[in-house]
């Protein structure tokens, strides 16, 4: 399986980004779909995902700023977000879980400065 994420970049403190995951394989056969982020020094942490058919889920930190979502047709995992502050700015993972594996794409920087 591939991932292969894209999308990140650099924008300013309320400004928006929309990243793309393409998966190699059908979305379907997933069990679960997430994003992660590692900023610099820290630990990986899990953003937002997708569980079973359509149930969603976020971290606290982005609740209410990013939405995940696919595209089923194109096998592409996306994540809106809105409202980029400063500590957004990591390295954006993509992830598929289908037991007993995880999947993950290669990572795209997003960095939030003025």
């Known amino acids: 399986v591939q991932l292969q994420a894209s999308g990140g970049g650099l924008v300013q403190p309320g400004g928006s980004l929309k990243l793309s995951c393409a998966v190699s394989e059908s979305i379907f056969s997933f069990d679960l779909v997430r994003w992660f982020r590692q900023a610099p020094g820290k630990q990986r942490e899990f953003v937002a995902g997708i569980f079973g058919r359509n149930r969603t889920g976020y971290a606290d930190s982005v609740k209410g700023r990013f939405t995940i979502s696919r595209d089923n047709a194109e096998n592409t995992i996306l994540l809106q977000m809105n409202s980029l502050k400063p500590e957004d700015t990591a390295v954006y993972y993509c992830?598929?879980?289908?037991?007993?594996?995880?999947?993950w794409g290669q990572g795209t920087l997003v960095t939030v400065s003025s």
């Open positions: 992830s598929t879980f289908r037991n007993p594996h995880t999947y």
